[in-house]
């Protein structure tokens, strides 16, 4: 069986195609080392009695962690602050943590 995996990936301050052009590179390379990838993208908008939509948006990428075996960190990772929380989160709950440039199931992730 296949594991599930979320790819985690810095947002503030990146334009929407480098976002989109990141998550699909490294989605492919996850499909290629033997992954499915579990889609972490929040398309709906916070409502607006929300008063901190970033967190708002970081509990809904959390509820797709428990859904998933492992989180993939792309580059720049640890300079970002949802980034860093996730992976917080997935180390202490045991999650695999995988990160951009290793080599798993022979394959350069």
Known sequence: ???????SQPMAGVDKDTIIETYEIA???????????????????ASIDIVHPAIWY???SIEVMSKVDAVYFCDRWAEARGC??????????NLECLYAGEIVNGEQI
């Open 27 to 45: 989605r492919y390379n996850l499909l290629r080392a033997g992954y499915d990838v579990v889609d972490s993208f929040i398309t709906e908008d």
């Open 84 to 93: 860093l929380i996730e992976h917080h989160t997935a180390k202490y709950y």
């Open 1 to 7: 069986m296949r594991k599930k995996v979320m790819i």
């Open 58 to 60: 970081l509990s809904k």
